[in-house]
């Protein structure tokens, strides 16, 4: 169950950002096995569990023409501070003496709604990394190295646990010359941008120029206290030249459908599908429309259930 949710984020993420991850991870805490410790406590053997970590996660050699011949590679998670101290108490002053901050280099890459949460001071959370080589001859075993920062390392392991590399990536498609993924949303950026740019000058205008405006002569009496919130007195001594702000060009009001039906065009989604439609439309003809598209949106994850070697590394 697990691996199947993991799958279909990856496929999700895949879609939205051109790489979904699947990383099958071992963890020591986890398992159906279990067993009395020497101290009373429970011991569990481990098991795997499946992370979907993030594209800007995952890091590997970027000069390579095919994500298949990568020879390493590198993947973040969070983990628990106070965990890490309790499983390696030798380096527990370590670990609990690093700033959250220390993996800043990643830190303009994170998304995030609102101010940053995984940076702050208060955070129990810290980035570990785990990099997997694979063998060559250079390095004959291959190598696992676990780390947190850069001078903390709580496992160096000469040889790989796996295999191979445990992390499997999913792509809609590749980018053409590069080891990149790349999807049909990158297409629809373009206008979106050039739409998102139309709609904030709109809303801009109307929001700083769409209040009410009283007009009285210098010296004129006048309640304050009968003027709602958001009303604004203007105060002149001559006659009041009206300069209309909220007039918006009709050039930007006719950019908007245009540059609606492109964004629309380029992710191969109909009006119908967005419940609009001709009235000299037919009831088949529209449903027709609707499902051309929903067949059309869902080619990538039709053709990965029939061919999933075809995507995953």
């Known amino acids: 169950t697990g691996g199947s949710r993991a799958v279909a984020q990856s496929v999700e993420d895949a879609i939205v950002m051109s790489s979904g991850f699947v990383w099958n991870k071992w963890d020591d805490t ?5 067993e009395a410790g020497q101290d009373g406590g429970i011991l569990r053997k481990g098991d795997y569990k499946y992370v979907t970590p993030g594209v800007y996660d995952v890091a590997f050699d970027p000069t390579i023409r095919d994500f ?5 590679l590198d993947v973040r998670c969070l983990e628990n501070r106070w965990d ?3 499983e390696f108490p030798e380096q527990a002053k370590a670990i609990y003496d690093i700033k959250p901050d220390y993996d800043s280099d990643y830190q ?3 998304f995030q709604f609102g101010p940053s949460t995984n940076y702050s001071n208060n955070n129990d959370s810290l980035w570990v990394h785990y990099f997997f080589h694979l063998p060559t001859r250079a390095c004959p075993k291959g190598r696992c190295i676990r780390h947190v920062g850069w001078e903390i390392f709580l496992h160096d392991y000469d040889g790989l646990l796996d295999d191979g590399i445990p992390v499997h990536r999913l792509v809609p498609a590749q980018f053409q010359m590069t080891p990149f993924g790349f999807t049909s949303a990158f297409i629809a950026q373009a206008p979106q941008e050039l739409l998102n740019g139309v709609l904030s000058t709109i809303a801009t205008n109307q929001n700083a120029f769409g209040q009410i405006k009283i007009h009285k002569k210098g010296g004129e009496p006048i309640n304050q206290e009968a003027l709602s919130p958001g009303i604004t007195v203007v105060d002149t001594d001559g006659e009041l030249n009206v300069l209309d702000f909220m007039k918006t060009s009709p050039e930007v009001i006719n950019s908007v459908p245009m540059f609606t039906q492109m964004v629309r065009t380029m992710v191969g989604t109909s009006n119908a599908a ?3 439609s001709k009235p000299s439309e037919s009831g088949a003809a529209r449903a027709f429309e609707e499902q051309r598209t929903q067949q059309g949106s869902k080619d990538f994850i039709v053709d990965y ?3 999933p070697d075809k995507y995953i590394f």
């Open 30 to 34: 986890i398992g159906p096995d279990k």
């Open 68 to 72: 298949g011949e990568k020879r390493w």
């Open 84 to 86: 890490l101290m309790a």
């Open 108 to 110: 303009e890459f994170d």
């Open 274 to 276: 967005h419940g609009e």
């Open 305 to 307: 259930a029939d061919n």
